[in-house]
């Protein structure tokens, strides 16, 4: 499964959905500062992996997509719920790799320099996370497809897309 | 800033299972540690990524049962995101209390 950028699809995003998130993730830091402030910072920390923006990235993942199949006259919200599924299951890896991230951030901050602790705590981040993903679409085992009229997940769907373009 | 940019990659990459996972980037933690280093200093930003690893632990389980919710039709995006938060708060306070408390 070939990873790949549609930068057209930025286009689908109006300025005010990027306005939320970027409100939605400005108002959770400065909530995880106050009540790191107010309570200690260990219990401020653990609003530094609280999942901000998931719900708003999923619901406009799947209100795009029902828009653009409703230009196609077709009922989309079952696809847009699939497609926001996988994204869940993405950001289920992309946890994995926070996890990661906060073990190496806590065992290099305080003897190293910031900068240097963060930079690798976020490459323990994608080193842990992108694995994972990877290890899944190359063992997982898919439900075969019997009918057209069956429901795909949202992987199945760009894989089916891609066979169609590779068979004609 | 940092929300943002990992948002809009989210929103360009496919297969949106490998989008998802800029979903669940450090984003959050980058902005805050770096106000917390330098207004506390590192040993205070060291605590705070201690606890990080139980809200991290609670977002796996989160993410987990959101994806359950919407593959098995059981609710829509926005309700099952929003409710399934309530997981994560209490999965990441009990394991806090447990854990460190």
Redesign the interface.
């Known amino acids: ?1 070939r ?5 057209s ?2 286009h689908n ?1 109006r300025w005010y959905e ?1 306005l939320l ?2 409100l ?3 108002a ?2 400065v909530l ?2 106050l009540i ?1 402030e107010r309570y ?16 708003a ?3 406009l ?2 209100s795009h997509e029902q828009k653009k199949k409703a230009k196609k006259g077709l009922a989309g919200r ?1 696809r ?20 990661a ?3 190496v ?2 065992q290099l ?2 003897d190293y320099s ?1 900068l240097f ?2 930079a690798a ?2 490459a323990a ?1 994608m080193i842990t ?2 694995p994972i ?1 990877l290890a ?2 190359r063992f997982r085992v898919r439900p075969p497809v019997y009918s057209s009229s069956a429901p795909q ?3 199945q769907h ?1 894989i089916s897309k891609a066979h169609n373009r590779r068979s004609h | ?4 940019s990992f ?2 990659l ?28 330098s207004q ?1 200093g ?19 389980l ?3 049962i ?2 359950q919710l ?2 098995r ?1 059981i609710c ?3 309700m099952g ?2 409710l399934s ?1 309530g997981v ?1 708060l209490t999965t ?2 009990a394991l ?1 209390f447990v854990m ?1 408390g």
Request: aromatic share 10%; glycine share 10%; charged share 10%.
């Open positions: 499964l990873i790949s950028s549609n930068i699809a930025l995003t990027y998130r970027f939605l993730g400005g959770v830091t995880a500062g790191a200690g910072p260990a219990v401020g920390g653990l609003f530094l992996a609280f999942p901000a923006i998931f719900p990235t999923a619901t993942i799947s079952e847009g719920r699939q497609l926001a599924a996988a994204d869940a299951v993405g950001a289920t890896m992309g946890a994995l790799g926070l996890i991230f906060a073990l951030l806590r901050i305080p910031a602790a963060i705590a976020t981040w996370s992108l993903w899944r679409q997940s949202a992987d760009t | 800033l940092v929300v943002s948002a809009v989210g929103d360009v990459l496919k297969p949106k299972s490998f989008a998802g996972l800029f979903s669940a980037a450090p984003s959050i933690a980058l902005a805050s540690i770096g106000l917390a280093v506390r590192q040993l205070y930003a060291a605590r705070e990524a201690s606890s990080m690893i139980w809200g991290a632990v609670a977002f796996v989160y993410a987990a959101v994806s919407l593959f039709r829509g995006v926005l995101t929003l938060l994560w990441s306070l806090w460190a």
